[in-house]
């Protein structure tokens, strides 16, 4: 079993930065792409940035530019480096892990920026 664990979000205002982070525990190996997808209210969640087990990263495009997805070298935590947030990115921030063919989820952590 893999277990997730966020840390990091919170209430700033327009303009400021977050960082989140996912560490990753349990039956780590096999794991592969990691990233973040969040879910604002009354919308489905939506990828925000993944990276690869081989380092390479995908964006969506309303983000790209002002956050960056960074894993560290033993590749158990993935951190999410937010800059320029804006209230559209208000929402619950989940961490994703994919294992083979399995997938697993954080609990959230809740992104609310102020006007």
């Known amino acids: 079993q893999v277990q997730l664990m966020e840390s990091g979000g919170g209430l700033v205002q327009a303009g400021g930065s977050l960082r989140l982070s996912c560490a990753v525990s349990?039956?780590?190996?096999?794991?592969?792409?990691m990233g973040w997808y969040r879910q604002a209210p009354g919308k489905q969640r939506e990828l925000v940035a993944i990276?690869?087990?081989?380092?390479?990263?995908t964006y969506a495009d309303s983000v790209r530019g002002r956050f960056t997805i960074s894993r560290d070298n033993a590749k158990t935590t993935v951190y999410l480096h937010m800059n320029s947030l804006q209230p559209e990115d208000t929402a619950v921030y989940y961490c994703?892990?994919?294992?083979?063919?399995?997938?697993?989820w954080g609990q959230g952590t809740q992104v609310t920026i102020s006007a």
């Open positions: 994703y892990a994919a294992k083979l063919l399995l997938t697993f």
């Open positions: 349990g039956s780590i190996s096999g794991i592969g792409t």
């Open positions: 990276t690869s087990g081989s380092g390479s990263t």
